[in-house]
């Protein structure tokens, strides 16, 4: 009989125990409080279940590639700390006397590094410190303060050096990503992005580095961007989504002295001229043409003056002035001669179009510009193709290097 009870009583437990039938809910009842009929519904409410992983997976892929191009890139980039000889410069301008500070990346297991010139020229002191904290003291190699970049180089072992990527910058497009890591405000490793929001904008590089350069001279092919530039950001790289570098990050476009939606950065093409020749010599020589042309950005190139002049051409560079003994008035090129009032300015016609340069086609003064940085030194003949009037010929022009002074500021306009 116990055995029998107890097998009585466990049977009534699990019994006790068991789930009942699922009743489906009760409907909601009405409730009526002075007048107005209330519904409880909390009973009725689904309750939100998690999103599928696959679309969560689908929603973090931008965010995935970002985390994981910065753990790729964030070892290569470096906070540069200098002190400055001449802190009343223009590239130190409302900085603490004898201090400056940036951004740079690693170039080559040398310990080579690029940066801008505007952080390092002038320093009498660099100290460069690593993503991972560690820090080393660094001299100046070179300084190009017409592209605005410059070279330091560390002496550490190559198993802390992480060398970056140069992409072809010919090959971005407007619209593109556009990632920046740097050390803005001297916040160590951030990453900003954004997109390729422009291209072909040009710079006066060397006058932002100093006050003491003939103005006039253009970096060419700048890269404007909207991804998120301030102090600080100077001399790091801006990336593609593969983590290449496409440009160096230089300056921004502000009157309040913090990003306001337009920066800008030197392209990597330009640095891979450059940097080659500031490890070999310490500085860059530039070939000179010795030639103004009006800006097409302000609709007064080839393009936006070809209706209003009849022009036979819309792409071009119409030569505004030739500064005289320079290599374009040895080879015969010529400037204009007739002042016309367009839109409220006043341009020089009839002066010589560029068309081609050695067989390439060119858009306007920045093209022309770019190729000659890129591909051209003193001593090099170009092949230009000229249209004069209604001819079209061929000239050979001899390049020479760029001068230092500027014999060419009181050249005549119009003849």
Do not use: W
């Given at each position: 009989?116990?055995?029998?009870?107890?097998?009585?009583?466990?049977?009534?437990?699990?019994?006790?125990?068991?789930?009942?039938?699922?009743?489906?809910?009760?409907?909601?009842?009405?409730?009526?409080?002075?007048?107005?009929?209330?519904?409880?519904?909390?009973?009725?409410?689904?309750?939100?279940?998690?999103?599928?992983?696959?679309?969560?997976?689908?929603?973090?892929?931008?965010?995935?590639?970002?985390?994981?191009?910065?753990?790729?890139?964030?070892?290569?980039?470096?906070?540069?700390?200098?002190?400055?000889?001449?802190?009343?410069?223009?590239?130190?301008?409302?900085?603490?006397?004898?201090?400056?500070?940036?951004?740079?990346?690693?170039?080559?297991?040398?310990?080579?590094?690029?940066?801008?010139?505007?952080?390092?020229?002038?320093?009498?002191?660099?100290?460069v410190t690593f993503e991972d904290g560690s820090i080393a003291d660094a001299r100046l190699v070179g300084v190009d303060i017409f592209s605005d970049l410059a070279v330091i180089q560390v002496e550490v072992d190559a198993s802390r050096l992480n060398p970056v990527t140069l992409a072809d910058s010919d090959e971005i497009r407007v619209g593109e990503r556009a990632i920046a890591i740097g050390n803005p405000f001297g916040l160590a490793s951030s990453m900003t992005v954004g997109i390729i929001s422009g291209l072909g904008r040009q710079l006066p590089s060397a006058e932002l580095v100093t006050n003491t350069i003939t103005p006039g001279f253009q970096n060419p092919s700048i890269i404007q961007v909207d991804t998120d530039i301030n102090p600080g950001n100077s001399g790091g790289p801006l990336l593609n989504s593969r983590g290449e570098v496409i440009g160096v990050n230089t300056a921004i476009r502000t009157e309040s002295g913090v990003f306001s939606g337009v920066g800008f950065a030197v392209p990597s093409n330009t640095a891979r001229r450059v940097v080659p020749e500031l490890i070999a010599n310490g500085r860059v020589e530039y070939a000179w043409l010795g030639i103004t042309s009006m800006a097409s950005e302000e609709g007064l190139g080839v393009a936006g003056l070809a209706d209003t002049l009849e022009l036979p051409v819309r792409q071009g560079v119409l030569i505004d002035t030739v500064v005289a003994e320079s290599p374009a008035a040895k080879a015969g090129l010529q400037g204009g001669n007739i002042a016309r009032e367009v839109r409220g300015q006043t341009v020089c016609v009839g002066g010589d179009i560029i068309v081609a340069v050695n067989d390439e086609y060119i858009r306007d003064m920045d093209a022309l510009l770019a190729y000659i940085v890129q591909n051209a030194s003193p001593g090099d003949t170009l092949r230009l193709l000229v249209l004069r009037g209604t001819e079209t010929f061929e000239l050979p022009l001899l390049l020479e290097a760029r001068p230092t002074e500027a014999a060419s500021t009181t050249t005549p306009r119009c003849g």
């Open positions: 009989m116990k055995v029998v009870t107890l097998i009585l009583i466990g049977m009534l437990a699990l019994t006790a125990c068991a789930p009942s039938r699922t009743e489906p809910p009760a409907a909601a009842v009405p409730v009526t409080r002075e007048g107005i009929t209330l519904v409880d519904t909390r009973q009725q409410a689904a309750q939100p279940t998690a999103v599928p992983q696959e679309i969560i997976t689908q929603a973090d892929a931008e965010y995935l590639l970002l985390t994981n191009l910065y753990e790729r890139l964030a070892p290569s980039v470096v906070n540069i700390e200098v002190t400055v000889a001449t802190p009343n410069d223009a590239a130190h301008a409302g900085l603490p006397d004898g201090e400056a500070s940036g951004s740079g990346f690693v170039y080559d297991l040398n310990g080579h590094i690029i940066t801008n010139a505007h952080v390092v020229n002038d320093s009498t002191s660099i100290r």
